[in-house]
């Protein structure tokens, strides 16, 4: 019986890994010097929105929320986003920051003052022509380790770079 388990959590875990891949980017945590890097870069400010497009665990708009940051991450892994949920009641930071389960493809971006992302190079052009598309003048863009295909960076420190649309 605890094979039979075995086997349905691994075939489970392994779907939901090949979702990932199929729609974006596998789950990659953020490590900690990448995560204060990209909140260096992103200078937020009180009554500024913020999103993480492939949010994974959450790390970034949880540290958005210790900030009083407004932060939304979208996850297509349910798992992720369950424990997502669960760190965001555990640290009763609700009131800022808000975990979906959810593609930001399909999610409008316009009322968004900084973007995070973390994606692969096959997503980075298309994600670019969507950000340019709906992104306001002024907005800024947080990418880890993959730059956008045509953009010039404004800044970049070591595999992190800030784009201003």
């Not at 949010?55 to 424990?83: C, M, Q, T």
């Not at 593609?103 to 670019?128: C, Q, R, T």
Request: aromatic share 10%.
């Amino acid at each position: 019986l605890l094979a039979i388990g075995a086997n349905l959590i691994g075939i489970l875990i392994i779907t939901l890994v090949a979702l990932s891949l199929r729609k974006g980017a596998p789950p990659v945590p953020t490590s900690r010097r990448a995560l204060s890097t990209m909140i260096l870069l992103a200078q937020p400010k009180q009554k500024e929105r913020a999103v993480d497009l492939g949010s994974g665990d959450g790390r970034i708009i949880l540290a958005l929320a210790k900030l009083h940051i407004e932060a939304h991450g979208y996850e297509i892994n349910p798992f992720l986003v369950w424990w997502t949920r669960y760190r965001i009641k555990k640290l009763r930071t609700q009131q800022y920051v808000f975990a979906h389960l959810k593609s930001f493809w399909n999610v409008p971006l316009a009322d968004f003052d900084i973007v995070f992302v973390y994606g692969m190079p096959h997503i980075m052009k298309e994600l670019e022509g969507k950000l340019q598309r709906e992104l306001r003048p002024g907005s800024r863009l947080i990418s880890n380790s993959f730059p956008f295909p045509t953009w010039k960076p404004v800044q970049r420190i070591e595999n992190i770079y800030l784009y201003i649309r």
